[in-house]
T-cell receptor, first 117, second 113 residues
Framework: AQKVTQAQTEISVVEKEDVTLDCVYE???????LFWYKQPPSGELVFLIR??????QNEISGRYSWNFQKSTSSFNFTITASQVVDSAVYFC??????????????FGKGTTLSVSS | DGGITQSPKYLFRKEGQNVTLSCEQN?????MYWYRQDPGQGLRLIYY???????QKGDIAEGYSVSREKKESFPLTVTSAQKNPTAFYLC????????????FGQGTRLTVV
């Protein structure tokens, strides 16, 4: 069965610290997609990034970077020089096929990041 | 603006009542989903629909029902059979395909009183 594990329940850092959020996944599929979402206090999930199973290049977007390693089934997310506005719950997700032709996301339990000033 | 609208934002239900949560999207997405979020549990899939007039149970469908009469709308009814309905409910939509991200509404917080 497919599964996403985010072992860190809560992380607290001080502004300007770097922080890495871990994500480990399990799947038997050879083609799959991984996602990261941010959930601020308002509640709506905001899409951050998508990565397919054939592309192991790391990606950087401003202060955000992602490290995908198939060998360890991990897709970790690093925030450099964290800011108070980064405080949120972060979810890692895996896309799975459902039904005859559909897809749905399987989510980890999320990591709550608190950044203090 | 394109997006997903959930209403109401807060909902209170008495025990034994059915309540319906609204979800509307104007993104022209074929697929729509309902997820339930409990503290420390992540998001769990309740129901999903890939096309109008068709929907499938997710991992925790017991005590819930849905309909998909229009492409834009996917309402969720929380029935009296749902033993622990207090939770945060999120609706989402997406295009087809494993590689498509889902777009989420702002959620409905349901509390049983």
């Amino acid at each position: 069965a497919q599964k996403v594990t985010q072992a860190q329940t809560e992380i607290s850092v001080v502004e300007k610290e770097d922080v890495t959020l871990d994500c480990v996944y399990e799947t038997r599929d050879t083609t799959y997609y991984l996602f990261w979402y941010k959930q601020p206090p308002s509640g709506e999930l905001v899409f951050l990034i998508r990565r397919n199973s054939f592309d192991e290049q790391n990606e950087i977007s401003g202060r955000y970077s992602w490290n995908f390693q198939k060998s360890t089934s991990s897709f970790n997310f690093t925030i450099t020089a964290s800011q108070v506005v980064d405080s949120a719950v972060y979810f890692c997700a895996l896309s799975e096929a459902v039904g005859q032709a559909g897809t749905a996301l399987i989510f980890g339990k999320g990591t709550t990041l608190s950044v203090s000033s | 603006d394109g997006g997903i609208t959930q209403s109401p934002k807060y909902l209170f239900r008495k025990e034994g009542q059915n309540v319906t949560l609204s979800c509307e999207q104007n993104l022209n997405h074929d697929a729509m989903y309902w997820y339930r979020q409990d503290p420390g549990q992540g998001l769990r899939l309740i129901y999903y629909s890939q096309i109008v007039n068709d929907f499938q149970k997710g991992d925790i469908a017991e005590g819930y029902s849905v309909s998909r009469e229009k492409k834009e709308s996917f309402p969720l009814t929380v029935t009296s059979a749902q033993k622990n309905p207090t939770a945060f409910y999120l609706c989402a939509s997406s295009m087809y395909g494993l590689n498509t991200e889902a777009f989420f509404g702002q959620g409905t917080r349901l509390t049983v009183v």
